[in-house]
């Protein structure tokens, strides 16, 4: 059931990891749960749980009890991580989690 509403999610989304977003007032975020978005990032819901923790994870949204993550605010966070090549500045300072 998760990978499905990540499919629609992605569909409905478009490919918006290649192309430039544009923003609009009228543009509302899906939401997607720990597992789905690490389904969508291909990462195991323990890491985001982590990170969420340690902190360089993607923004997340407290609902009550329940977390929650924007699929802009996922996209966001994948752009914040594109590199040319190993030897960029930015890709020898990424994050880790110890």
Known sequence: MAVQAVQTSLASH?????????ETTAHRPGFLTTDESAAF???????????????????FRKL??????ALDDLCAWTDERTFSMTSDPGYAQRDSVL
């Open 41 to 59: 990032l291909r990462l195991s819901p323990r890491t985001l749980e982590k990170l969420r923790v340690l902190g360089g994870g993607p923004r």
């Open 64 to 69: 009550g009890a329940r977390v929650v993550y």
């Open 14 to 22: 478009g490919n918006a990891l290649a192309a430039p977003r544009q």
